[in-house]
């Protein structure tokens, strides 16, 4: 981030000193001179730290600074002052102003304690965005898998993580485009500084424009204070555009200008802010296209998509199924509450052969439900929902039913009609399944091999469960 500085003070002389004392390339310098609207300007400014002259401050003067310090971004507050009034700076120290300082120091004594000031409030800031490091900051390493597509992938990933090159992530909902990206950051050379993600789909236009860029105190009603962006906040880290086919056409060339300029004017500014910043975006739509159709600037698209990383769906990597079973199995159940063993074999073969249309989220929803559901030391087939068991009935691809076991009970006990209507059942069910297996669960061609018409295959797949999004072959 930014580390905002806002210097207060009247004397030309002293006031520059002190901005050419700390001028850093992560600071961002305020200044204000004036007497009674200077102090509204500080009040009004966002600021990480003010360096405020006493006699700019209005009495009484200990109370006044309490105020400042509470203003939204909790500002450290340093105050230069002309004479020695012990009491009043102990006044000051006691409502929270971080030093008193007498405008006589030399320049390297002040440049010393006013950088120490500086530098603490960069590095607290770095810590509250980074927040703690904890098992669930996703690494390279949980993407390592058994699966050819997946290797492929990550030899390629592995040699895009040291650039400072964009990056454009695709994939299918729920592949994991947002945790390889944090994945990509917590392993580059920007570790140190921020990861800020935001959903460009997310915001209606105005609002999504000072999110990213920030605005100017008066940009707009409303806009009562300064406000900086996602660019500024994430200065030295990745910003992280998610759906960015959302991203409204005339916010794509101002995102465009970021990226060719480094810099960024917050809406309703003057001045720019020079940032440096890797842009990471994802889609899970196809780009081209909206590109072909108009909806997204070429220029943006060539810019942003200079390496771009597909990450397979689940269904074409299912080697990597079992292993991360058993990795969400382990981390759910303190979250969850239960205590199981394991799960069966039948229930992980189920899980593998369903095509997983939401892919990695949808899986760890599915085990979520199955440990709440488990009432036995393992998590069964029973724990798993219809279309997951179903999927699994599917790949059996048993050209008929086993009528023997499938009306276990002994038949010959039973009415003919009875026997009748549930085998009649299951041989339908089977059949349906396997066709919709072998036509890609395409309706209208299965329904035209089978001599009905999609309305009724519809109800047929309704009334048997069964789902055209469990047979689709997996997409390249
Ligand atoms: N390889 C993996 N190992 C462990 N967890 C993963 C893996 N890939 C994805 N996940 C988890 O799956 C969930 C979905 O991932 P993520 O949010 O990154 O998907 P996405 O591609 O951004 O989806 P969407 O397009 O819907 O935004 C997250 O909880 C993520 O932690
Ligand atoms: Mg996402």
């Known amino acids: 981030m930014l580390t905002r500085v806002t210097v ?27 007497g009674a609207r200077g102090w509204r300007r500080v009040a009004e400014q966002t600021a990480d730290v003010i360096i405020i002259e006493l006699s700019l ?63 603490r409030r960069a ?76 959903n460009c789909g997310a915001l209606p236009e105005s609002l999504l424009e000072s999110e990213l860029f920030g605005h100017e105190k008066g940009a707009f009603t409303g806009a009562a204070r300064t406000r900086r962006g996602l660019f500024e906040l994430a200065h030295t880290g990745t910003v992280f555009l998610d759906e960015i086919g959302e991203m409204p056409y005339h916010l794509q060339v101002k995102l465009l200008r970021v990226l060719q300029d480094r810099e960024v004017r917050p809406v309703g500014g003057e001045r720019t802010i020079p940032v440096d910043v890797r842009i990471m975006a994802a889609s899970n739509r196809d780009l081209d296209e909206e590109v072909e159709a108009g909806n997204f600037r070429r220029d943006l698209f060539y ?61 760890i929803n599915v085990i979520e439900r199955a440990l709440l559901l488990c009432d036995g030391r393992q998590v069964t087939l029973d724990d798993l929902p ?35 209507e549930e085998a009649l059942a299951e041989l339908e069910r089977a059949y349906f399944a396997a066709l919709l297996e072998k036509t890609g669960g395409r309706v209208g061609d299965a329904a035209g091999r089978a001599g009905i018409s999609p309305r009724s295959l519809y109800e047929k797949m309704r009334r048997h469960e069964l789902r055209k999004e469990d047979f689709r072959p997996p997409r390249d």
């Open 8 to 34: 207060a003070v009247r004397k030309a002389g002293l006031r520059e000193e002190l901005c050419r004392l700390l001028s850093r390339p992560d600071v961002l310098m305020e200044t204000v001179k004036d």
């Open 303 to 363: 810019r942003l998509s200079v390496v771009t990383l597909t990450i397979p769906p689940l269904r074409e990597r299912r080697e990597d199924i079992p292993v991360l079973v058993e990795s969400y199995l382990d981390y759910l159940q303190p979250r969850v509450g239960c205590d199981v063993d394991g799960i069966t074999p039948e229930a992980v073969a189920a899980l593998v052969d369903y095509s997983w249309p939401g892919n990695v989220r949808e899986l």
């Open 123 to 198: 590095e607290e800031a770095g810590r509250v965005l980074l927040g703690p490091r904890d098992m669930e900051t996703p690494h390279l390493a949980d993407f390592v898998s058994e699966s050819p597509a997946m290797q492929t992938f990550m030899e390629v990933t592995r040699r895009i993580v040291p650039s400072a090159s964009s990056l454009l992530l695709l994939g299918e909902t729920g592949v994991g485009k947002e945790r390889l990206a944090r994945a990509v950051h917590a392993e580059s050379p920007r570790r140190g500084g921020p990861f800020v993600a935001i």
């Open 386 to 420: 219809q279309g997951i068991r179903a999927a699994r009935d599917n790949r059996a691809e048993a050209p008929a039913p086993d009528f023997e076991e499938g009306l276990a009970g002994g038949w010959t006990e039973r009415p003919w009609k009875d026997v009748r």
């Open 57 to 119: 401050i209005p009495p009484p003067r200990p109370e006044s600074v309490r105020l400042l310090g509470e203003l939204p971004d909790r500002p450290t507050v340093v105050v230069i002052s002309a004479g020695e009034d012990a009491e009043e700076r102990a006044r000051l120290l006691a409502a929270g102003c971080e030093a008193v300082l007498h405008e006589d120091l030399p320049p390297d004594a002040l440049r010393e304690v006013l950088g120490a000031v500086v530098e």
